[in-house]
């Protein structure tokens, strides 16, 4: 592969998302508005919207969800960016680390010099069954036109994956676990609640209606347990999936020779990978994504870096069982050991490779439109010392990371930030 | 508004496109194949497939016409793309002009060299009732939501123009009777006949079922008749509204600098306008669109030109209004004068200035998310001098443009290309 390289540095100024949850007094304009005005005020030096060339807005499928399309001159016109020029992408899940990549390229094409990318989805007034035949459109044909659902396709990979490696659903429950344990201390979490909580809460619930008090010793035993956790696509249970969500996020870019006008603490894009995959139908292998890979390759080609370079990073875990593939495609743990490293506390906020700091779509939530570029926020955040108490403590905290899964496998994104 | 440029010019080094029509054993796929196809072959001196680095994709919503979306991937493992990255764009009916447009800052951003850049739509496996209200999905909330139809919102368009300026139905004709000049010419349209052709047969098939013989004396008299032109959402007869189709289009776009290893006559993208629209709840006119006069400053500002230089252009006629009202926000006829330059045969193939030498979206087909790339198709056939008989005459013609409509003016492009 030839080595990437942009003519022309782009660099974040500002970034802002809503909280993530299921809102039915918020519609997408709302949400969009939300995160616009957190994204302006948080520009260190102060912004006028006016500066905005032109905005990429990902969004998957409102067309399904609300019945609507065509979402970019809609957020143009909620924004005051109208008659300027408002693009959507659409890679399922991944719709808008694309838009954050195509805002990149504008910037470093020299067209224009500001600006702003970000996403959002509106799912919650549809009904679970709704959502999950709406998800299934992101699938390739010979998945969800004959049945299978996301739940179901995830279900067959960890299979693959516990049958190949020796590893079990407590492996899974590993990760849940670990990214609850960081939920609770972010404010935008859709379910801002540890594993342990969760299972106090509904101890208690059971103990007031009087019945039964289950034997839990710890988040194992109540993860184990079918009436608390059951089984959504078998090895799939709940808590191995991530919730329905609205939400939305948004970044604003600059070129690099400008970003010192706006904040003295700008982060750098140094790496922007993308790829595209078949399909499971079509895979050479079931528990790794060749869209991952490919995107990997590209952004460590384009940095320069190399997985262990990676301070910490944002994975997507609609499932707990992807987050642990993509830990191992992307390089940060061999083929198979992924699962050890989550066992042994490697990816806790307080581990050596932090993974999912923000408390991953698992906890934080998924309103897939908005998802990329709110994995993007956390990195801006964590990069910036802003993220509170789930702080990554790293000394010269510099390079931060996040990947975004589409569909199945069939658009991946890897992007690298860098505070100089 | 500041002048526009590109760090890296970028060429077209290919083209092509499906017949347009209605083709009930075709899916996206296979249209998407027979464009690429055409599109790998047309290139003069060869090309390798596997050159390709990136694809991007227009498509406004097979979400609601075949119930699947996240088409980028597919269409990558179709072409033997993946895992190179594939990304959808989506702007309405100008889903692919985006995707060119795209494409462009793509290579001008010096990441990649070569990129495909096309579109498909398959249309016609809904009923028409189903294409209404998924194209209403384009509209904005205040218009699709509350009961507006896309003839609806163009029919008052016109009647707004008529009251302004003093234009009337038949003058739509002219519009309508020009554009089906030219597709008996063009083998890849889906009505390839004149409105003359068209009256010709139907007085053959009243003859024979031996009804009366109506006393059509010419095309204005056909056309003026409601039992063979009946009104859909008045001012708009059914023929001043472009047909239901399928097809799929593309182009290869390569870095400027290379272009010349793959052909002698590379056209080059000298202009890229594009802007938003805020719907007409919210417009100052009913007559003129926002989103093309924004479009159209950015592409001449870029391009250095002015309306006059352009030889040519494909102007999106979704519904003859359409035409009308943007050959004057594109600056080649000043506001209201646009119905005269058609009367006096201005915009016909041997006029001085040809619209629409590909047959309009009114008798080419308009597959939605397939006709922006299929615009700059004919552009490619004009300026490469392989247009046949439709072929523009002009000495020197060296620049020809097209303009891309989405919705009811959400989203619109310019693109100029000149061969030098």
Known sequence: MKKRKLGRGVSVIG????KFGMFKNKDSKDLFAEAFNETIASVDKGFDPNDIEALYLGNFSND??????HWAPIISDLIGLAPKPATRTEGACASSALAFREGVFAIASGFYDIVLVGGVEEMSKTSTEGVAEGLALATVP???KVGFTFPGVFGVIATAYFAKYGACHRDLMNITIKSHNNAPFNPKAQIPFTVKQMMDAKIERIKSKGRPVPQWQNEIDFLSDPSANPPVAWPMHLYDCCPISDGASCMILAAEDIAKNFTDKPLNVI???QGSGRGFHAAESLTSFEATKNAAKEAYGMSGLKPE???FSEVHDCFSIAE???TEDLGFFKPG????AVRDGVTRLDGPMPINTSGGLKSKGHPVGATGTSQLVEVWKQLRNEAGERQVKKKDLRIGAAHNLGGTGGTCTFTILERR
């Open 15 to 18: 970034a802002g998302m809503t």
């Open 309 to 311: 370079d990676i301070q």
């Open 337 to 340: 050991e992924g699962y050890k």
């Open 64 to 69: 399904f969800f609300v019945h609507q399309a």
């Open 271 to 273: 790496g922007i990978g």
């Open 324 to 326: 642990l593939i993509h």
């Open 142 to 144: 010979y998945e969800g």
